[in-house]
C-alpha cells in the first residue's frame, strides 16, 4: 500500500527530503504522496523514513484506497530505481 498523509500535517518539511523516491510533494495545504512512486520505502528502508521522521503520531498512515502487496511495491522500486537495466 502507498501511504497517505493526512490533515494532522504541520507542513514541518521533515519528510519531503527524507523520500527516496521523491514522493512527497507541497499539495494545495499540506504535504502528499504520489502513490505512483511511494514505495513506503521497500528497497531502501525497512520502515518508511517519512513516517519515522515525522513529529507528529499517525500523520502518515497506510493509504486503504491504494492496496499493494510487498511484490508490488517491489515492482515499482525496480521500476522506479533501476528502469535503465530492465
Same mark, same amino acid.
Not at 493526512?6 to 523520500?19: F, G
Given at each position: 500500500?502507498?501511504?497517505?498523509?493526512? *490533515? *494532522?500535517?504541520?507542513?514541518?518539511?521533515?519528510?519531503?527530503?527524507?523520500?527516496?523516491n521523491q514522493a512527497i510533494l507541497m499539495g494545495e495545504d499540506i504535504y502528499q504522496i504520489d502513490t505512483d512512486r511511494c514505495t513506503e520505502c521497500v528497497g531502501h528502508y525497512d520502515v518508511p523514513t517519512c513516517q519515522q521522521v515525522c513529529p507528529i503520531d499517525n500523520t502518515i498512515v497506510v493509504d486503504p484506497q491504494h492496496n499493494e502487496t510487498n511484490e508490488q511495491l517491489w515492482d515499482k522500486f525496480v521500476v522506479l530505481h533501476h528502469a535503465d537495466r530492465l
Open positions: 500500500m502507498a501511504l497517505l498523509i493526512t *490533515k *494532522k500535517c504541520i507542513n514541518c518539511d521533515m519528510c519531503e527530503p527524507e523520500c527516496p
